[in-house]
Every structure is written in structure tokens, then in C-alpha cells.
């Protein structure tokens, strides 16, 4: 059997050649990217066994996607490919520190282009994280097509862990509807991880369509492990801080609540939070950051590992995915991940 299964969309990502803001950027190089295949990736990478439920173009893009993500040992067997939709595609910067202008990441917009910056509701601040600018041509993409109905149920819990996000939500009313599946409570289902991914411009662009991103509250009720950002939970849901988030989401066994450079924290049904502070990196990228911790933070649950280590394995391995420039790392290797991991507390405060 397969111990987790990734569902969303992936999309083939051009990395600048070169730092700057997009606008100034002259050429790019191809990688993939994609929140759940990043997990899907970074966990085959680590010894799981990992499957990666989507859809791509029959374009030569949906080729190199589904090669690549397999090329990391991810069975992409159950990937369809759809003759009459492409495969999404998304150019970024690689995130720069604010000048401390006082601006904001500018919104591109255009028909079937949208134009996101994960963090770009911040103020521009010289202290504040790297921020990318990311615009995205996915809309009417092959994957946005998912449904309940072309993706089988059979597919979606085939793994002892069915790893989904709020992005999908995001993507169109087939895909709200599948994640509404796949987060329903049932007897007998595999373990349902969540990371929210609030992403401001698609949602701004299905706010015109009557959707909300409080929905992703909803969603994130219906999962046993959750995974959301604090800047995200004040964001989308106007949530502030760790214990305001478990509050509002008293279901879930497990949120982890990422709070930036600083660390995460953990509440678990038994016992007290666990607070982990962050490892501090020189930053390529902060893009695939947040899928690189879920991914070490269901390695190590996968491996029945206490709450500390397991927010250990999951700042580890976020810290090799800020240090390159692309979406994905290469996870470091189990056993310097778990020498790394076991070091004392002082070394980790
Ligand atoms: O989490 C990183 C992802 O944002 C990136 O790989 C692309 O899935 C992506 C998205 O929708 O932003």
C-alpha cells in the first residue's frame, strides 16, 4: 500500500535567472512546482511510498510534470491527462526582501492570467520575509477540471494518509467540490492532512463567483491534521494567533500553526502545545517552503515520532527548500535529518 497520497494541481514554474522584480527579470528557467506534488516529491525523497493524484495537459509541459515528479520515486500512475486542456504554467520572482518603500506586490491581472504573491497582503517591510511576486496562467488549466467524478474515490483513499490543500479549493467549483469529498468525515477513511495554502488572488478572483475563503475554515474542520500559517488564518479567516486558531479548529487531532522565521506551533487531543522555534537560513527562495515542513511533519508522523520531532523534520527539511532557488530541495538524508532532529533543546532554542 501506499502510505500518502498527494492531491492538486502542479504546474510547470519558471525560476528567474536573476533576482529582481518580475518586470525586469529576462529569462527564466524551467522547474516544476505545485504545493501537494511538492510534498508528494520531498516525501518519496525521504523513503515513502508516495502517489500523486492529478491531471495534466497531453502538452509536452503535462510530459516533463509527470516525468519529473516521478523521476522523485512519486507513482504518478493515477495522473490522467485531458486532450482539451493544458497544463497550468507560473512565472515567479525569487523574493526579494522589501526595500521599505511602503509598497505592495503589484497585482497583474488579465483573463486567464492571475497574479499572486503568497504573501503579498503584507506591508512591505525591510524586516518582513522575502516576498516573490508569482503570476499564474492556469485558469481553465487541465487539472481545474478535477472533479468528484473523474477523480475516483478508489484513488483518493488509497493511501494511510490523503494529503490535500486549499489551493484546490481555489481552482473552480468541480475542484471546491472534490476537496469537499475528500475532507468529508466517514468511518474507516485514511488520515486527511490540510494545509490550508491561502493564495489572495485566486481567491479575489472567485470572490466574483460567490466563494469565500472562509470555506477553507470548513475544510480544514473536516481534516484530522492541519497546517496553517498564522499571517494566513488572519488573512483568510481574521484569526489572530495560535491558541484563537485551535479554537476555531477544535476538530482536527493535529494543527500546526507556522508562525514564520519564528517557529511552530503544535496542538495535539493529548497533552500541551509544542512550540519548535524555526532554523535560520540564508533565504534563495522562500517559494515550496511551506510543503517541504508539511512534508518532514508527515515523515516523521508517518514514522510514529513525538510532536517535537516531528516539527523538527518539518523546519529541517523547510530549510533545505529555502535554500534553493527552485520550488523543491532535495530533502537532506534520513539519518542527518534524524541526528539533526535528535540534537538536544538548547541547540534548537
Ligand atoms: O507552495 C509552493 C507552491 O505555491 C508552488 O509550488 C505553486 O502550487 C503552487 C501554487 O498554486 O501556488
Known sequence: TVDVVCLGESMITFVPSRSGRLADVPSFERGIGGAESNVACALAAAGHRTRWLSRVGTDGFGDHLVEAVAAYGVDTSAVRRDRLRPTGVYFRTAGERAVGDGDRAAPHTAASAVAITAEAAAEADPAAEPVA?????????????MSPRVVPDRDLWSGRILHVSGITAALSDDCLALLREATRRRPGRPLVSFDVNYRVNLWDERRSVAAEPAVLLDLARGAD?????EDEAEAAWNI??????????PEPGVVVVKQGGAGATVFTDDGPSVFVPALTVDIAAPVGAGDAFAAGFLSATLRGLPVHRRIRHGHLMAAAALTVAGDLAVPPPRAVADRLAALDDEAWG
Open 133 to 145: 511576486e508569482v503570476v499564474y496562467y492556469r485558469a481553465g488549466s487541465a487539472a481545474s477540471a
Open 225 to 229: 491534521l492541519v497546517f496553517v500559517g
Open 240 to 249: 489572530r494567533g495560535a491558541h484563537a486558531i485551535r479554537t476555531a479548529l
